[in-house]
């Protein structure tokens, strides 16, 4: 008999949670199979290594943020500038929340994977590295939307969206490290003051 | 007799290496024992657990931080807006010169452990939150100097501060997952145009 699908998403839930609350290195297969009540052969049936299970963890995360409150916070119907404080209170409410329910500001997901195994696992890196690019696409898009009509002047729309991408998971860092959801208020809004400025080519 | 002070210095040289290269749960007690070649009774002695060692890590490197380039960085002599430009190329040499030798972006060791740590030990994420009060205390008094000497216009100079200090472990953060050192000056310089506007009290 082969073990239901529905043990993979039970497997893929409890990694995402423990991966996201704690690090990757400190959770073990072991621990996951425990909690997900699933036996040992039935998550390697799934997930032949950790890492794999990793990948399937940050696609499902990328999934429902891509669909969750990123699709909401870059709605085209949003005037493009308010497309950015929609992200920052989004972020913001993503992290009170989950602080409320278990003490702990979890922080992001991508960035705390990517500064924890980026060094030691190439794979896992260019998989952040593809779910940073796509984030940095959202800023880009609503950037050169922003100066198509006006709203912005012109400016070097594709790093500037870059620099508000490592923004916003800097201070989500540095919330992080104080366990307080309100620096990503306090200091978020800011985000729509960075500005690289287009070189003239001569 | 007691085990010697160098003995001590190797450990933590050692641990500092190996927490900055990969992180602080994947390297064991025994590993860094093994490789500073100490008995593990010399290094209990010195450390009674692996947190009391991440701890003394964390003060040598903020130490070493303090006294080296961002000493540099933030020299009075300099005007005080270059000071923010030198602070990004001292992070850029750093990182260059780090994955010159080991092919790795380290990124930043206080960033890094923030990160993995922060929802597990309160105690090194209150270390590590001194850490950035610290570092975010020299953007602080450099904005104040600016606005005082008339190089920029008056603004929230330590929400700015903070703004600050978290876009750049945010680049660095995005620098590391591409293992690129140069997006920190691609994207670093922008740190400059960051604004938290004061709130008019009525």
Same mark, same amino acid.
């Given at each position: 008999m082969q073990p239901s699908p529905d043990t993979r998403t039970r497997i893929l839930a409890t990694a995402r949670e423990l991966f996201h609350g704690r690090s990757y290195a400190d959770v073990g297969v072991k621990e996951i199979?425990?909690?997900a009540n699933v036996p040992k052969g039935s998550f390697y049936h799934f997930f032949p290594s950790k890492q794999d299970l990793a990948m399937a963890v940050i696609d499902?995360?990328?999934d429902d943020w891509a669909h969750g409150f990123v699709a909401e916070a870059f709605d085209r119907?949003?005037?493009a500038l308010e497309r950015l404080d929609?992200? =920052?209170d989004a972020a913001y409410y993503w992290q009170k929340a989950a602080k409320d329910i278990e003490g702990r500001m979890p922080g992001c997901l991508f960035g705390n994977l990517a500064l924890e195994v980026s060094?030691?696992?190439d794979v896992l890196r260019a998989k952040l590295n593809a779910v940073f690019q796509k984030a940095s696409a959202r800023?880009?898009?609503t950037l050169d939307e922003a100066v198509e009509t006006g709203a912005m002047a012109p400016l070097n729309t594709g790093a500037t969206a870059q620099a508000m991408l490592a923004f916003l998971e800097g201070v989500i860092l540095l919330a992080k490290t104080r366990n307080d959801p309100d =620096?990503?208020?306090e200091l978020g809004?800011?985000?729509?003051?960075?500005r690289i400025e287009l070189t003239v080519e001569n």
């Open positions: 199979c425990a909690i499902d995360m990328a119907e949003l005037p929609y992200m =920052v060094t030691r696992d800023f880009h898009e =620096v990503v208020l809004p800011a985000i729509k003051t960075l």
